[in-house]
């Protein structure tokens, strides 16, 4: 069962950043405003993210790293209106299938904190009374010990630290309010550092450099028919750069949207000079029962209800901002 376990748990956690992902996207379900992230060798020693959100009740914590353990969905009709990026209670167990997962969480007017431990979705260590702040932080430890092959695969740590990076940022891209950091153990100085109350387009600035962001159109569509709302900011047309860079969010997760992509890619390749490319961050949001998560194990390649009409609208749009732009 536990070779079972780690097979299934390896199709939803294939490199520390999936790991990130999931994690990163429960800390904003449970409403933080302060995330922070530390790596240490690409995330295969340590991988740890330190929350201020809501935390985590102590008579969860037994079954916490248990398959289908949700706080997210109470009954079936809820699978259908989901909003919040979980669902599925599956990361925290895939995750302790192929590490050992601490955790230490404290709730608003707790006078303690408490702190366990998890192996192979099981706790290993008996909740304990232990000091901290309101939030969480959860602390993955040898992630892949018992996967030597998945283990070997990802023997460039700074390729993978890398990917980790990629995806706080753009997390730090969608949530202008939270404050994201994220740096190496024994680093002093944190590879992103973004400040709380910051905006979009200041936030691309910081990550993304001064020449994108002064490149940077806002767009705005919506459809009542079509049923969905989106925005964005896209370079215009005296920008660009070696490659696309293509931050897509949909009812705020990031997602791979390759539909979507091509099609804006097209929009621009029409504009640009050959070789050269945009950067475009947009936010879709749909109602939650049209989209279909569960196409991808990692839940980043999503299908939509009117997907190819909805692209359509989303590139003419932009497509007429930049045209009206053009100087
Ligand atoms: P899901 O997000 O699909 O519910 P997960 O396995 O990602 O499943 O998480 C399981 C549960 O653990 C969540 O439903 C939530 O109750 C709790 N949890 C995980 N991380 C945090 C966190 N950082 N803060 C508060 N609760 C958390
Ligand atoms: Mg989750």
């Not at 936010?283 to 029962?289: D, G, N, Q, T, V």
């Amino acid at each position: 069962e536990a070779v079972v376990n780690r097979i299934a748990a390896g199709e939803i956690i294939h490199r520390p950043a999936n790991a990130i992902k999931e994690m990163l996207e429960n800390s904003l379900d449970a409403e933080s405003t302060n995330i922070k992230v530390t790596v240490k060798d690409g995330g295969l020693k340590l991988l740890q993210i330190q929350d201020n959100g809501r935390g985590i009740d102590k008579e969860d914590l037994p079954i916490l790293c248990e398959r289908f353990t949700t706080s997210k969905i109470r009954n079936y009709d809820d699978l259908q209106s989901v909003s919040t990026f979980g669902f599925r209670g599956e990361a925290l167990a895939s995750i302790s299938h192929v590490a050992h997962v601490a955790i230490l969480t404290k709730r608003d007017g707790d006078s303690a904190g408490w702190k366990t431990a998890y192996s192979d979705g099981k706790q290993t260590q008996e909740c304990s009374p232990a000091a901290g702040n309101k939030g969480t932080t959860i602390t993955a430890h040898d992630l892949f010990f018992n996967v030597p092959l998945r283990r070997r695969a990802l023997k460039n740590a700074n390729e993978e630290y890398t990917k980790i990076v990629d995806v706080v940022t753009r997390y730090a891209v969608h949530y202008p309010s939270v404050s994201f950091v994220c740096k190496k153990v024994n680093a002093n100085v944190p590879d992103i550092s973004t400040l709380s109350k910051s905006s979009t387009p200041m936030n691309i600035k910081a990550l993304f450099g001064p020449q994108v962001a002064k490149e940077l159109l806002r767009f705005e569509t919506e459809d009542t028919l079509l049923n969905y709302k989106c925005n964005g900011y896209a370079t215009s047309t005296n920008y660009a750069s070696k490659r696309t860079i293509m931050l897509i969010f949909i009812n705020h997760r990031l997602v791979d949207c390759p539909s979507l992509k091509k099609s804006i890619e097209n929009a621009y390749s029409a504009l640009l000079p050959k070789g050269s490319h945009p950067f475009v961050y947009l936010s879709l949001e749909i109602p939650p029962s049209n989209l279909d998560v569960n196409v991808h194990p990692t839940k980043s390649q999503v299908h939509f209800i009117d997907e190819d009409d909805i692209i359509e609208h989303i590139t003419d749009a932009l497509s007429n901002k930049l045209s009206t732009c053009n100087t």
